[in-house]
Nanobody, 127 residues
């Protein structure tokens, strides 16, 4: 089992920045690729970003490419999502997720690829 706890969400004005953190416990963190997803009211959960076990590979949704950066610190068992130039459309509950596999192929954005999920943290971007 892997327990994931997100933090860092909040209310920010459009154009602002937030840094989300996801702290992991329970198993060896470096054995898992990590992802961030988000879900806005009335919408399905969508992929945001993914990072491989050793940070060698990252993936981003087109909607956040160039504005968001995913990173991890295996010594601290933590994955981060730096969000800049936020827009109201970024408003959602952001959740981190862990994947035991490190070679997802075309499935890196698929929620079924991830075995463990956090509860999420709310991000609200005002216009």
């Amino acid at each position: 089992q892997v327990q994931l706890v997100e933090s860092g969400g909040g209310l920010v004005q459009a154009g602002g920045s937030l840094l989300l953190s996801c702290a992991a416990s329970g198993r060896t963190f470096s054995n898992y690729a990590m992802g961030w997803f988000r879900q806005a009211p009335g919408r399905e959960r969508e992929f945001v970003a993914r990072i491989s076990r050793r940070s060698t590979t990252t993936y981003y949704a087109d909607s956040v490419e160039g504005r968001f950066t995913i990173s991890r610190d295996n010594a601290k068992n933590t994955v981060y999502l730096q969000m800049k130039s936020l827009i109201p459309e970024d408003t959602a509950v952001y959740s981190c997720a862990a994947d035991r596999g490190d070679s997802p192929g075309a499935n890196y954005a698929n929620t079924r690829e991830y075995e463990y999920w956090g509860q999420g943290t709310q991000v609200t971007v005002s216009s």
